[in-house]
């Protein structure tokens, strides 16, 4: 983007990291929010999404003179939110006779006695104020408060919050030691923000895989200031992230033989196994010392497998499966569950603080393998009966808006069953954790079972809703595209 004049109260389009650009307004940074060194920048807040941010000039567009091409460009849901939040905004000033009546430097974020950090991320927001004085969440219209950050840990401690707002409670702590660093400032609207204070390590990155996950991983080693070469069997995948910085390696091969440690995440055991073993495979780069770290969801067998042919030519291997989905990983918010060899989990440590928010080590080879497929057989089955439910609602003649309103304030509600609830009532199966890899994760989980001759009928039941939504064509969309095995 061209660079801009801007001031204080100025509409624009912010571009920040790989979301398109956002209509916000230039702000005044709040007192004690250092500005980040070297390009110049303005500190925005986001229309829809209340998020922050410090965005480089080159990156700011004013608002009017491209209203009309970003609308044309952007369709989403939380897009067109924000523009109109921005709308409505404009059309309250022109009601107050071009008066703004501004939030900023009077609101939330100098509510808290000018000390305080505020961090919004899609409808999420997290305030407070200064140590110890008090701390709130909200996200999506619920709203919870603590007393004190001691409060809070306490009941973190004795497992009394319930599991999202745990997490946010590890987070906020973590964005709190590093405004106490001073080390970083508030520059993104996602986990940037939070690791804006690590240092990346010397060693040389590899990826390979460049699908929904490994893309969003990428980025964020980049980011971060990882040195990073990647590689993947469609090459033109590999443009945008050399455009980013990365370099680009012609084989698996040499990819290994250029980096010290490298990464794979790829669809399934067959590719993982095709990359490792096949011609200008991943071994053919091995040497003693290199470290290898697959990232795939596979079974235990593949990994155990994989691990053997690594160690076999002295490299160090480890397996690294994740949690999340494509807009998990794009944040940089994925759980990593590791195992294998602990020294390279230790010399991973910057890219997981990259490209995660927490990581697990989990002991001997296969135990992350095992976890993963559990977690995802949990998730799978899940989301079946969540389609199972939304079509028994709309066969019974009841609402299927109602019902998820009424999910939505019960135990159940969390921010998967209200984005596949809501993304199934609009008809938007576009892929953020495809159908064929939670089937592929299903179909795994029930052999692990077999293997431990231990019954997972619920699994097995939802595997057959899958296999049928896959016969339907629906491989290539979202999960939750297992809605349409109902309904056909
Ligand atoms: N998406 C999620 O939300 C999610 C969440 C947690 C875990 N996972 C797991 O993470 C892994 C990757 O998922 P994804 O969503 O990124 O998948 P994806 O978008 O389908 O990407 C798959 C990647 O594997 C590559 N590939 C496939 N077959 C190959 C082969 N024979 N040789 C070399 N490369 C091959 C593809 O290359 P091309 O580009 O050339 O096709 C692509 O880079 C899977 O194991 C999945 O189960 C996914």
Redesign the pocket.
């Known amino acids: 983007m061209a660079t801009v004049h801007l001031r204080i109260g100025d509409l624009v389009w912010g571009k920040l990291g790989r979301y398109p650009p956002w209509p916000g307004k230039v702000v005044s940074p709040p007192k004690d929010l250092k500005k980040p060194r070297g390009k110049k920048c303005h500190f925005v807040k986001f229309f829809g999404t209340e998020d922050h941010a410090w965005i480089k000039v080159e990156q700011l567009k004013p608002y009017h003179p491209h209203k009309e091409e970003m609308i044309k460009i952007n369709k989403g849901k939380r897009f067109q939110q924000a523009v109109d939040a921005v709308e409505d905004f404009l059309k309250k000033k022109e009601k107050q006779g071009g008066k703004e009546q501004s939030s900023e430097g009077k609101g939330l974020m100098n509510g808290s006695e000018g000390k305080g950090l505020m961090y919004g991320s899609e409808g999420k927001g997290l305030m407070y104020g200064s140590e110890g004085k008090g701390l709130m969440y909200g996200s999506e219209g619920r709203g919870l408060m603590y007393g004190s950050i001691q409060h809070v840990c306490t009941r973190l401690w004795s497992g009394t919050l319930d599991a999202p707002v745990k997490m946010t409670v590890v987070f906020v702590v973590f964005v709190w030691s590093v405004q106490d660093t001073r080390s970083t400032s508030i520059q993104a609207a996602d986990s940037t923000a939070i690791n804006g204070s690590i240092t990346p390590t010397d060693k040389r990155i590899g990826f390979?895989?460049?699908?929904?996950?490994?893309?969003g991983i990428v980025s964020n080693l980049l980011k971060m200031g990882h040195v990073v070469t990647v590689w993947?069997?469609?090459v033109e995948?590999c443009d945008l992230f050399i455009q980013e910085g990365a370099r680009l390696g012609r084989t698996p091969a040499e990819v290994v033989s250029m980096c010290d440690i490298t990464f794979s995440?790829?669809?399934?055991p067959?590719?993982a196994r095709?990359?490792v073993l096949?011609p200008s495979g991943v071994l053919q780069g091995i040497r003693p010392g290199k470290c290898y770290v697959e990232?795939?969801?596979?079974d235990p067998e593949t990994i155990t497998e994989l691990s053997q042919v690594i160690s076999s030519r002295g490299g160090r291997f480890l397996e690294a499966?994740?949690?999340?989905?494509?807009q998990?990983?794009n944040e940089g918010m994925l759980v990593i569950l590791a195992a294998g060899d602990r020294t390279v989990y230790e010399d991973c440590s910057s890219c997981f603080q990259a490209m995660g928010k927490t990581s697990f080590f989990l002991g001997e080879v296969g135990n992350a393998a095992r976890m993963m497929l559990i977690l995802?057989m949990v998730q799978g089955s899940f989301m079946a009966t969540i389609a199972e439910g939304l079509t028994l609602a709309q066969a019974t003649g009841q609402s299927q808006h109602t019902f998820l309103d009424i999910l939505s304030q019960g135990q159940m509600a969390s921010t998967f069953v209200d984005q596949k609830c809501q993304n199934i009532l609009q008809g938007n199966f576009k892929?953020?954790?495809?159908l064929k890899?939670i089937q592929?994760?299903l179909r795994l989980a029930i052999s692990m079972g077999d293997t431990a001759n231990h019954p997972t009928p619920m699994a097995a039941a939802a595997n057959e809703v899958y296999k049928r939504a896959k016969a339907l064509d629906q491989s290539d969309n979202d999960m939750s595209a297992v809605y349409r095995a109902y309904i056909h």
């Open positions: 390979l895989g460049l699908g929904l996950m490994g893309s993947n069997r469609t995948k995440c790829v669809s399934d067959k590719a095709d990359l096949g990232m795939s969801t596979v499966p994740v949690a999340g989905s494509q998990v990983s995802n892929p953020d954790y495809y890899h592929k994760d």
